[in-house]
């Protein structure tokens, strides 16, 4: 009895380190809930026609949504190919959640994925920011800072270009 009990136990501990946690593999999660939801029911049912569909969307996504799609091989340049650890269950209607699970242990790279948290401008505090996120705020806008060398140049910057940038939500 005890040796079950025991053989249990490890058994419990070691399926609860191979699920997923919190906040892991969302990019993953979120692209395929996507793919799921907007594609038609004979899209999924037919592997063929649901892996020129991803395709489709890969070649259109951007940031960390595209370096999935390059992870898993659904980009011309894509070092690696596992769209059929996609694909298959997809069509089986596994949930996402289930087949990010299975791409995490074929490629850990998936899970480590994660989108960037959006900036509250109403709260937020530029002086209180390091030059790398001003650097990384000035990039996501598609500007520059030339002549820029000091902090308070790039919060100088930040602070001119916000207007054009940031809606204020009423």
């Known amino acids: 009895m005890a040796r079950m009990l025991l053989v249990f136990i490890?058994?419990?501990?070691f399926a609860s380190s191979r699920a997923l946690r919190e906040g892991e593999c969302e990019v993953c999660i979120k692209f395929l809930s996507k793919i799921a939801a907007d594609a038609s029911d004979d899209v999924i049912?037919?592997?063929k026609k649901l892996e020129k569909y991803i395709k489709d969307r890969c070649s259109s996504a951007g940031g960390k949504e595209h370096r999935f799609c390059y992870y898993i091989g659904a980009l011309p340049e894509s070092?690696?190919?596992i769209m059929n650890e996609v694909v298959k269950p997809l069509g089986w209607s596994m949930p996402p959640e289930k087949v990010c699970s299975r791409l995490k242990e074929k490629d850990g790279q998936i899970c480590e994925l994660r989108y960037d948290k959006s900036i509250d401008w109403k709260t937020v505090d530029l002086k209180k920011l390091k030059v790398k996120d001003l650097r990384k705020i000035l990039d996501d806008w598609g500007e520059t800072c030339?002549?820029?060398s000091e902090k308070s140049?790039?919060?100088a910057r930040v602070e001119e270009l916000k207007p054009k940038h940031v809606r204020e939500e009423l």
């Open 10 to 13: 490890v058994c419990a501990i």
């Open 45 to 47: 049912k037919d592997p």
């Open 79 to 81: 070092a690696s190919y």
């Open 146 to 148: 030339r002549a820029c």
């Open 153 to 155: 140049d790039f919060i």
